[in-house]
């Protein structure tokens, strides 16, 4: 089976982009345009690694990372942030609130494709033995 991946962003073109690049990749994108939307797309779809924009409509991204953070169904899945947002200015925040990486826009998409390997390595191995 396929890892899914959701991606919280609100730009078509960042989706349509990450959508291509995962799935090329054998993963098996979701997509959720706003913060209202987030929660419900992450508790229907259970996903292994939840990608997050910080600029959203309908919710920061911070208060997305926090209720993610929060909710007892989804706390364990990895977050990994996308952002515009100068470095500094969010990075720590985001790893505090409990984000595992934070990445700059524009994606380096081998860096992504990389930590998600990375990420997902110990999952593989477990279902892999069992």
Same mark, same amino acid.
Request: glycine content about 8%; aromatic content about 6%; charged content about 20%.
């Given at each position: 089976m396929?890892?899914k991946?959701?991606?919280i962003d609100?730009s078509?073109?960042?989706?349509?982009l #990450?959508?291509?690049?995962?799935?090329?990749?054998?993963?098996?994108?979701?997509?959720a345009?706003d913060?209202m939307?987030a929660?419900g797309?992450?508790?229907t779809?259970?996903?292994?690694?939840?990608?997050l924009?910080l600029g959203?409509?309908?919710?920061?991204?911070?208060?997305?990372?926090?209720? #993610?953070?929060a909710?007892?169904?989804?706390?364990?899945?990895?977050?990994i942030?996308?952002?515009?947002?100068a470095?500094?200015?969010?990075?720590?925040k985001a790893?505090k #609130?409990?984000?595992?990486?934070?990445?700059?826009?524009p994606i380096?998409?081998?860096?992504?494709?990389?930590?998600l390997q990375?990420?997902?390595a110990?999952?593989?191995?477990?279902?892999?033995?069992?």
């Open positions: 396929k890892p991946i959701l991606v609100d078509a073109d960042s989706w349509a #990450l959508n291509a690049v995962l799935q090329s990749h054998g993963y098996a994108p979701v997509w345009a913060g939307q929660m797309v992450a508790r779809h259970q996903p292994q690694v939840i990608l924009d959203l409509p309908g919710g920061d991204g911070f208060l997305i990372l926090e209720r #993610l953070k909710n007892k169904f989804l706390s364990h899945v990895p977050v942030v996308i952002t515009a947002r470095p500094k200015e969010g990075e720590e790893l #609130l409990g984000a595992v990486s934070y990445v700059q826009k380096n998409v081998d860096e992504l494709i990389a930590g990375q990420l997902l110990p999952a593989k191995k477990r279902s892999s033995i069992g």
